[in-house]
């Protein structure tokens, strides 16, 4: 698929009431944090989400539109998430990664952008220049990799339990 | 985590609604049947799920509590979605699995299943012995594998669109 941005828009808006609905409800055991920046626990994820919303897929979108002389993104902290996330419930997270969604597609359509816009540039500071389609298409990219991340960290609690089908379930290798 | 019967259930119970959330309202350019067993697209992988529902899961507990003298189960087929699921809509092959799974949850629940029968035993045709609670670990595994999978198929649309991204991105490796 080329990207769209209607498409991109329908994955984003989306995930998180897919996440809301595949975590709400789950025993604690299933999604508590790991609290290891190595190996995360669901709990770990969302705040990661969370934390992109903050500070990474819109501010850099707005850099890149901006055209400024200094196109180059903050770097991300991938492991925010462990001081920012740690007296919250993980519901409480959710609806936060929510409503934060929600905010960033509104000022993403507010942005009105062209095909000319999406063909503008910005600078990454180890990936070097990119484009703002390659970066909306990662932000996709990035919900999708997450999401199948949470399936994997949930399979992997029963990854004694299943026995000799181990070898028949690709999530668990 | 060790298999308890409470906690498998929540995944199993929840699954539908994930998958219906997650892929309802999405273009079908993101959804479409791929038309090739070796490579599947998210609407081939829920006529596999739909399959699993009608002749694996529960047919196998039952064979295996039933303790009879033949206790190896019907081989499963993994590509049957590919004739029986062919003129249906993605929302009713959706709505058909929501279904299926609740009535096999019933049909779980009403087993009054007890710490020993989850240790009885049956013959998978492939693996050998393996035992009820095994099944019922694996039947949950099974459900995140492929939400994993559907997650790695829809980003897998954007793979050439992220651009020096991809190699951040371990669901398109």
Known sequence: MRFELKQATEILS???FTLQRMLEGLSEDWTVSSGDVESWGVYDVI???IHGEETDWIERAEIILAQGEN???VPFDRTAQFETAKDK???ELLTEFAYLRSSNLERLARMELTDDNL???GMHPELGEVSLEQLLATWVVHDLNHTAQISKILAKQYDA???PWKEYLSVLK
């Open 119 to 121: 063909k503008l540039k």
């Open 47 to 49: 705040g990661h989400l």
């Open 89 to 91: 419930s993980l519901e």
């Open 161 to 163: 339990e299943v026995g």
């Open 71 to 73: 196109r180059t993104f």
């Open 14 to 16: 989306q995930t998180p």
